[in-house]
């Protein structure tokens, strides 16, 4: 099993540009989720999805952001346009029912200038 | 908002010693979870306690749970290097969903 794997591992883009992540979770998960991590504010839930259906995007914090989840192999992160407060590392979960185990994905550093 | 929080945030030790990390939590849960997080990595699950659990053992790690208190305790035994990173514990409040909310975590640092 390869485990969650997100793409790209580091992005470097200038203040403006669109942002997109990208993630693959655990084949047979049914729930995914987008963390954004910053030393600041430490580790924050963005959204999730059960069975490809946005269920929670409180977390979201500006509408620059957006998620999809078109199947269940795969979710993307849109930040469109970029800020340099957007700066941080993006993880990627999956697990497989409610309360259980999230396995991280590798995150992507995202460096907005 | 966090629903756990780790106490200390930091702690620094020698090799071969324990280490004791805290977390309280704000509402009842269903299970309570411990995840490590070396850096630049992402976080990768340790153990995990049922509500109806007090205690759990799992290699050189002891977590214990204190429902009335709302509080757990994760004990590294026989520290080494290598358990140098962030600890983090993640409670699993019921929610709709597979929610869990995180804490923020304990940095250890166990120096050789």
């Known amino acids: 099993d390869a485990g969650v794997i997100q793409s790209p591992r580091h992005e470097v883009t200038e203040m403006g540009q669109e942002v997109t992540l990208r993630c693959k979770p655990i084949?047979?998960?049914?729930?995914l989720f987008w963390y954004r991590q910053t030393m600041m504010r430490g580790l924050e839930l963005l959204i999730y999805?059960?069975?490809?259906?946005?269920?929670?995007d409180s977390g979201m914090p500006e509408d620059r952001f957006s998620a999809k989840m078109p199947n269940a192999s795969f979710s993307t992160l849109k930040i469109q346009p970029s800020e340099p407060r957007d700066s941080a590392v993006y993880f990627c979960?999956?697990?497989?029912?409610?309360?259980?185990?999230?396995?991280f994905g590798p995150g992507t550093r995202l460096t907005v200038l | 908002s966090q629903q756990g929080e780790e106490d200390p945030q930091a702690l620094s030790i020698q090799e071969g010693e324990n280490a004791t990390m805290n977390c309280s939590y704000k509402?009842?849960?269903?299970?309570l979870q411990w995840y490590r997080q070396n850096s630049g990595r992402g976080l990768v699950h340790l153990i995990l306690?049922?509500?109806?659990?007090r205690e759990k053992h799992s290699g050189r790690l002891r977590v214990t749970l204190d429902t009335s208190k709302k509080s757990s305790s994760l004990l590294i035994t026989a520290s080494r290097a290598a358990d140098t990173a962030s600890y983090f514990c993640?409670?699993?409040?019921?929610?709709?969903?597979?929610?869990?909310?995180f804490g923020g975590g304990t940095r250890l640092m166990v120096k050789p």
């Open positions: 306690i049922r509500s109806n659990e």
């Open positions: 993640a409670t699993d409040a019921g929610n709709a969903g597979n929610m869990l909310t």
């Open positions: 509402t009842s849960i269903n299970n």
């Open positions: 979960a999956s697990s497989t029912r409610q309360g259980a185990t999230q396995y």
């Open positions: 999805f059960n069975n490809n259906v946005p269920i929670d």
């Open positions: 084949s047979g998960h049914n729930s």
